[in-house]
């Protein structure tokens, strides 16, 4: 039986505007996930016990803002996180949470330096602190692809390298590639799936799709629409997306105007790569397909 409510239904017409959100602009996602308002930090307990439930022992029970003042490395850079979280599971565990929206150079490092940050920003001045260090995670929700493969979800953590199971608990990794997700989801899909189609292609639909009908996406629906926006707070999201547009449209002039330019940079890339696979003495026939080099190409290198 077909569904009463088709999915391509649900998306505004053209010359229409969505009346939520984009979630990915940091002041939309701050406003819809804030851990310091009641409705907002259930969205939030919600969007991280589902995104990370392959990851956790136990479900987070609350959240609360870290003092970022207290950056130990004083780096600019960590204080760009959306949120940087004190979060609480549900045997009392504690575990620490930062949130990244922007995609930046080095993005995998970067990834890596939040980590190892919230780690040393657990330790306590004296002699008597046991390195008693818990758990991080790093959520990365991003526009644009991160890894050369079609998985829209990336999870990561420190590995025993000869029987793969967790070495450590402390560093953690999730990246969501939002480019990847198609316009598609069903009723019995899980709930990662549905998160990634919500931040995807919220603020392109007129109404919620019955197949997003579950109580947690209703609340956070009505959390995310821009009329909930107080006028300098919509005056501010409005200068974000239009930096947004700028950024892309002048990316895309660039690449359409210097191709060649474009064109060294992306073999310039390849060759870094290539050359860095030799040198671990990674087999040729891998490097060629990492590279998009010739093996003639790679063994001039």
């Known amino acids: 039986m077909p569904s009463q409510n088709p999915l391509e239904s ?31 930090r259930e969205n939030l307990v919600n ?17 609360r ?25 549900d045997r009392g565990n504690l575990i620490e949470i930062e949130v990244q929206i922007k995609r ?5 490092q970067r990834l890596a330096f939040y980590a190892a940050e919230m780690v040393a920003n657990q330790s306590e001045t004296g002699l008597q ?16 692809n991160v890894f050369d493969d079609d998985r829209a979800v990336h999870r ?21 590639e939002l480019k990847k997700v198609p316009f ?6 899980d709930s990662v799936a549905k998160w990634l189609f919500f931040f995807r292609y919220l603020n392109s639909l007129k109404r919620l799709p019955e197949e997003l009908g579950e109580g947690k996406f209703v609340k956070l629906t009505e959390s995310s629409k821009v009329s909930n926006f107080t006028k300098k707070e919509f005056e501010a999201y409005q200068t974000m997306r239009h930096e947004d547009w700028d950024r892309g449209v002048i990316a895309e002039a660039f690449i359409e105007d210097n191709p060649d330019v474009v064109e060294e940079i992306r073999n310039a890339k390849a060759r870094e790569i290539a ?17 998009g080099l010739s093996e003639d190409d790679i063994r001039a290198l």
């Open 47 to 63: 969007l991280l016990n589902d995104i990370l439930g392959p990851q956790l022992k136990h479900p987070v029970r609350t959240v």
């Open 275 to 291: 050359k860095g696979l030799r040198e671990d003495g990674v087999p040729m026939d891998i490097i060629v397909r990492r590279s």
């Open 104 to 108: 930046a150079t080095r993005f995998l």
């Open 129 to 144: 602190w046991k390195y008693n260090v818990k758990p991080t995670y790093v959520i990365a929700i991003m526009r644009e």
């Open 65 to 89: 803002t870290r003092n970022v003042a207290q950056n130990l490395s004083g780096s600019a850079e960590s204080r760009t996180a959306i949120f940087d979280l004190h979060c609480e599971d």
């Open 156 to 176: 990561a953590t420190t590995l025993d390298l000869e029987t793969g199971k967790q070495f450590l608990e402390t560093f953690n990794f999730t990246v969501l």
């Open 184 to 189: 598609f989801i069903e009723k019995t899909s």
């Open 10 to 40: 649900c998306l505004v017409e053209p010359g229409e505007q969505s009346p939520y959100a984009d979630l990915t602009i940091d002041l939309a996602f701050k406003k819809a996930f804030d851990p310091d308002k009641e409705i907002s």
